[in-house]
């Protein structure tokens, strides 16, 4: 099965190295593309466009695939799950630290539309969580820790239709290389294999 990793805001796809390489050795295809410009500045629906144009090159025609997004690719992810019609193909779905209610880290000036659309209680993410049962068929995982300091509050990262999982992650970033995460992620993609 075929696994896209969604980066988020200042990352690149490179930072998913050490999770693909894990899930690779399980026999999974992965990728994970770089989306750019990588802070938003365009909104998260034009990176989520991005998204949906880069999967159609790596998972063509109407084959399943399960998807991950870290931070504000969780987001992006989610945004091409539901108003992109990826909910079709998307088997799982794994949110990592994925602000689903915002962080108030997003009223800092800085000038990315992404950035402002991550307010607690924005149009986006009230439009967002009104149409987020069209992902009943999908799986979804939601994992994210209490010592998350880039997200605030951290428990913004715990989604009502997910699976939450909490994580003793130390830090936003280090969550993407966390043990548990990977093996309950590994796991729940074996359980479910055909």
Known sequence: MKIVLVHGIFNRGAIFFWLKKYLKQAGFNCFSPSLRPCDGRYGIDYTAEQLA??????????????L?????????????????GGYHRVTHFFSIAGPHHGSYWAYLPYPSKGVRQLRPGSDFLS??????????K????????????????????????????????????SIIFNRAVKQHILTELINDSP
Not at 60 to 65: N, Q, R, V
């Open 68 to 84: 991950i997004g870290f931070s504000m690719g969780a987001v992006v992810a989610r945004y091409y799950l539901q108003n992109l």
């Open 53 to 66: 144009d880069k999967i159609q090159s790596f998972v063509p025609g109407d084959e399943k695939f399960c």
């Open 127 to 136: 439009q967002l969580a009104a149409n987020q049962s069209i992902l009943k």
């Open 138 to 173: 999908v799986k979804v995982y939601s994992y994210w820790t209490p010592f998350d300091l880039s997200i605030l509050p951290s428990n913004s990262s715990i989604w009502s239709i997910a699976n939450n999982q909490k994580v003793n992650a130390w830090s936003h970033f």
